[in-house]
């Protein structure tokens, strides 16, 4: 999980958390193209975009337990490089 080419599987909740995200999206711009009110497409978007956060923190989170597991079951590994890397992920979905 850690290498830029290796291929990372994502479970099924975070492909149903993107497809419900992109549901709140899409209402939001239905609601803009129907002239809804401000405060309603506001709240729509603020639910997306906390929806949005939930989904990358999941996805970080998942990704520093594999990045601690290879650590700890490969010796050969640059362990703090392994860490570094992840955390590095986790400011950026910050």
């Given amino acids: 999980m850690t290498e ?7 479970d099924k909740a975070i492909v ?11 209402g ?3 609601m803009i193209e129907e002239g809804k009110s401000c405060r309603d497409v506001v709240m729509q978007l603020s639910a997306a975009k906390n929806a949005l ?3 990358m923190n999941v996805i970080v ?4 337990v594999e990045c601690v597991k290879e650590a ?4 050969d590994a640059e362990t703090d490089e ?13």
């Fill in 4 to 10: 830029l080419n290796e291929q990372t599987v994502y």
């Fill in 16 to 26: 149903n958390r993107i497809n419900r995200l992109q549901g709140q999206i899409n």
């Fill in 28 to 30: 939001a711009l239905k």
């Fill in 53 to 55: 956060n939930r989904t």
């Fill in 61 to 64: 989170s998942e990704n520093l």
């Fill in 72 to 75: 700890m079951d490969n010796e």
């Fill in 82 to 94: 392994i860490i570094k890397e992840a955390v590095e992920l986790l400011n950026k979905s910050r």
